[in-house]
């Protein structure tokens, strides 16, 4: 399995996301610029050119028209795919951390940093169809915990939005009315941030990751622990493929600490999961930095993953790793 190496950022990846035709990777890093990418050969189609803050995350509309991008210049911004053309610009008084767009398209949650006084917050907006009926209104604006929402995702059928971040509680929310529906167990949940989450292709389930040096499989619908991957590095990006039932996961000790190791010692490797069994299978090396970003093609014949050092790594793979037995 060669990875492709695709060097277009010049600062830390912090978000990889496909379109649902699996054609195109969309990239995010702190470098202002987020990036398309042909998603079969790595080649760079073009730029995303208007935030001036570090992006820290995107969503890409399921007919691969819009992108929506939230970064730290306080704005999510919309995208018109094809020409790279800005459409409309959110803006907030802190930065916008994670975007996610609903089954549909029609609307959009955003979560926003605390700073200064204000608390983090969850955003709803309303994406509408023709951009010049577009308005900066929020449908409804979720008064979030302490320390910082990481991620939040649409839940089944758009009625819940789950939230995860800072205080490693996981977090379901009546999308309508704003009312906290659910919490993880403090047992059972993750001791310390939560860094990633992201649901299954069916969307019964999602996993997150977290500086705890796990990773863990929850039910979408009653919130329940399914099952535990456990590392021995914290974890800051996971993917589910929607093939086969397995789990990647990617992390690194912080950055700051890096420069005092060996890369091989760094651990910086993308390590893969049987879902079921929870057993490492294997492992893939390459990046110099602890890997920020992993994304599974929806097809599950490749993944990519995005690193501290800048780059993505994209890999197909081998006929073998789809008979691999435990």
């Known amino acids: 399995m060669r990875p492709i190496l695709m060097k277009g950022h010049e600062r830390p990846l912090t978000f990889l996301k496909y379109n649902r035709d699996g054609d195109l990777l969309f990239s995010c890093a702190k470098d202002h610029n987020p990036t398309v990418w042909f998603a079969d050969n790595g080649e760079r189609l073009g730029t995303y050119r208007g ?3 570090a992006v820290w995350c995107c969503d ?5 028209t819009r992108l929506i991008t ?3 210049d306080q704005t999510a911004k919309l995208w018109n795919v094809q020409t790279g053309q800005q459409l409309f610009t959110f803006n907030f008084d802190s930065p916008a951390r994670s975007v996610d767009f609903s089954v549909g398209d029609k609307l959009a949650v955003i979560t926003t940093d605390p700073f200064m006084e204000l608390t983090s917050a969850l955003h709803v907006k309303r994406i509408a169809r023709d951009i010049s009926d577009q308005s900066a209104e929020s449908l409804l604006v ?5 320390g910082r929402i990481n991620r939040a995702v649409w839940g089944p059928l758009n009625r819940t939005i789950i939230s995860g971040g800072e205080d ?14 659910k919490e993880s167990d403090k047992e059972t949940g993750h001791k310390k941030t939560i860094t990633s989450l992201v649901k299954s292709a069916d969307g019964s389930h999602f996993l997150t990751g977290s500086l705890d040096k796990s990773a863990k499989l929850w039910d979408m619908r009653t919130l329940t622990l399914i099952k535990t991957y456990v590392t021995e590095r914290p974890v800051n990006a996971v993917a589910m493929s929607p093939l086969l039932d ?3 996961i990617g992390g690194g000790q912080d950055a700051s600490a890096v420069t005092t190791t060996d890369h091989r010692a760094g651990k910086f490797e993308a390590k893969f999961f049987d879902k079921i069994l929870q057993e490492e299978i294997g492992g893939v090396k390459g990046h110099f930095g602890p890997i920020n970003a992993l994304a599974f093609n929806p097809d599950g014949k490749s993944f990519s993953s995005g690193g501290e050092d800048g780059y993505v790594r994209l890999h197909h ?4 790793y789809f008979n691999i037995k435990i």
């Open 317 to 320: 793979f081998d006929p073998d």
């Open 246 to 248: 397995h789990v990647v």
């Open 51 to 53: 935030h001036n803050g």
């Open 60 to 64: 890409v509309s399921r007919d691969s």
């Open 70 to 72: 939230g970064s730290a």
């Open 142 to 146: 979720l008064k979030g915990p302490q």
């Open 168 to 181: 490693s509680i996981i977090r379901i929310w009546d999308s309508e009315t704003g009312k906290l529906l």
